[in-house]
């Protein structure tokens, strides 16, 4: 059996925490405003998955309303929705994600954002994609107001 699933997140430019993006640290860029670090690529991640196991979303399961999740690590999170999946049944397929970022660069962080995911969601490389684009200047991401991420899952029966 297979299950597909869709996440989707944005963040805001602003604050004073870091940039993190797919657990990776990029030294001196502007962080995204969040209840959390602020990790919009392992938020969307966890939505696709969650998605994926119909089991709501990320807010649903880390309310930002919650002082347990301030400034919570998105890795442990995503430890959390790989827990859930696994234990409804499923294990990954394949992980297919988009970064939607004017700025920064990203190529120079994609394999390191693949090694993490690989490492939380129990992957080998070739089932994990990271890639980035531009809006070519348009929108608030053209702007340089915030980051948009776009993730797809397919999972399989772990049996």
Do not use: P, R
């Given at each position: 059996m297979f299950r597909i699933g869709h996440g989707y997140d944005v963040h805001k430019f602003g604050g004073d925490k870091p940039l993190i993006l797919g657990g990776v640290l990029f030294e001196g860029e502007q962080g995204l405003i969040a209840h959390s670090d602020g990790d919009v690529v392992l938020h969307a991640v966890c939505d696709a998955l969650l998605g994926a196991i119909a089991k709501g979303d990320i807010g649903h399961h880390f309310p930002d309303t919650s002082e347990e999740f301030a400034g919570a690590d998105s890795k442990e999170l995503l430890k959390s929705v790989m827990t859930l999946v696994s234990k409804e049944g499923y294990k990954l397929g394949n992980l297919d994600v988009t970064i939607v970022a004017q700025a920064p660069k990203m190529a120079v962080k994609i394999d390191a954002m693949k090694d993490v995911l690989c490492a939380i969601?129990?992957?080998?490389?070739?089932?994990?994609?990271?890639?980035?684009?531009?809006?070519?200047?348009?929108?608030?991401?053209?702007r340089k107001e915030g980051i948009a991420v776009h993730s797809v899952c397919l999972l399989r029966s772990a049996s």
């Open positions: 969601c129990d992957a080998d490389f070739s089932q994990v994609n990271v890639k980035a684009t531009t809006t070519e200047k348009l929108g608030f991401v053209g």
